[in-house]
Each structure stands twice: as structure tokens, then as C-alpha cells.
């Protein structure tokens, strides 16, 4: 059974930086894409950045140049650095291991203060 760990969540002001990185474990088949979205209240759960085990990398549009996704597919981890931070980035960020299985992680919160 495949599980996703995730931390780095918490508290920071507009324009600071946070780091999420999301580990792996159990049976993950290749090819697969681990990606990182985000809930924020009253909204829909929505893509933030994605990578293959090939590399192959996929930003929403409104991250474009502030977050950067990368992998360590030896350690099957994904990390998410996210720098110049805004309030409109607060929500819970979830790490996805997929296509099959398609698995999430627990969540973590990222409040980003004004």
C-alpha cells in the first residue's frame, strides 16, 4: 500500500518562502506523476505544480516563477518550494502520487499573512 507523508506547512508573511516536501513509501510502479495541489476554503481542490518520473514538469498559471517542483526518485520524494508567498496562497496543500494508484497525502496548511 502506497502512503504520501507530507510537512512544511505553516505560518508566513507575504513574500517569504516555504519548502513542503512530501515522501513517498510502498509498492509505486513507474511511470507516475507526484504533484502537489492546494484547497483553499469554499473552493475547489486545484492543481499547483506536477512532475513525471521523467521529469517533466507542470505549473498552474499562477505560480509561474515563484514555486519550483522537484524530485528525488531514488528516495521517491517530491518538494515544493515556494518563494515570494502571497495571501491568496493560504489553503491546504496536498502531495498526489498517481495515475495508479492514486494516492493523497493528509494535507498541511499554508496561511500566508498580509
Known amino acids: 500500500q502506497v502512503q504520501l507523508v507530507e510537512s512544511g506547512g505553516g505560518l508566513v508573511q507575504a513574500g517569504g518562502s516555504l519548502r513542503l516536501p512530501c515522501a513517498a513509501s510502498g509498492s509505486i510502479f513507474s511511470p507516475n506523476v507526484m504533484g502537489w495541489y492546494r484547497q483553499a476554503p469554499g473552493k475547489q481542490r486545484e492543481l499547483v505544480a506536477s512532475?513525471?518520473?521523467?521529469?517533466?514538469?507542470k505549473y498552474a498559471t499562477f505560480v509561474q516563477g515563484r514555486f519550483t517542483i522537484s524530485r528525488d526518485k531514488a528516495k521517491n520524494t517530491v518538494n515544493l518550494q515556494m518563494n515570494s508567498l502571497k495571501p491568496e496562497d493560504t489553503a491546504v496543500y496536498y502531495c498526489n502520487l498517481g495515475p495508479l494508484p492514486d494516492v493523497w497525502g493528509q494535507g498541511t496548511q499554508v496561511t500566508v499573512s498580509s
Open positions: 512532475i513525471t518520473s521523467g521529469g517533466n514538469t
